[in-house]
Nanobody, 122 residues
Framework: QVQLVESGGDLVQAGGSLRLSCAAS????????MGWYRQAPGKQRELVAT???????RYADSVKGRFTISRDNAKNTVYLQMNSLKPEDTAVYYC????????????????WGQGTQVTVSS
């Protein structure tokens, strides 16, 4: 089993910054991709940013230039630096990891964290 634990969510004023962290632990052989998603009340969960094991990144248009995703592969941890926060960034932020759990298992499995609340006041 693989566990993802997020931290860093908080209440912040518009224009402020936050840094989210997500640490993966458990039966991990390798992590192929990690990313952040968010879900605002009454809306569907949406992609915020992703990072592949090769270092490629992808961002939602709404956060480009403001958010930065990074990884510490030695710690199985992914970060999301969020700057110039806007009220519309308010949501529960979820971490996702695509994990290979053993050398003998060819499959990759997706795991989600429990979410961390980010609230941006105007």
């Amino acid at each position: 089993q693989v566990q993802l634990v997020e931290s860093g969510g908080d209440l912040v004023q518009a224009g402020g910054s936050l840094r989210l962290s997500c640490a993966a632990s458990g039966s991990i052989f390798s992590i192929n991709g990690m990313g952040w998603y968010r879900q605002a009340p009454g809306k569907q969960r949406e992609l915020v940013a992703t990072s592949t094991s090769g270092g490629s990144t992808r961002y939602a248009d709404s956060v480009k230039g403001r958010f930065t995703i990074s990884r510490d592969n030695a710690k199985n941890t992914v970060y999301l630096q969020m700057n110039s926060l806007k009220p519309e960034d308010t949501a529960v932020y979820y971490c996702k990891a695509i994990v290979k759990i053993s050398a003998s298992d060819v499959n990759n499995y997706a795991y989600w964290g429990q979410g961390t609340q980010v609230t941006v006041s105007s």
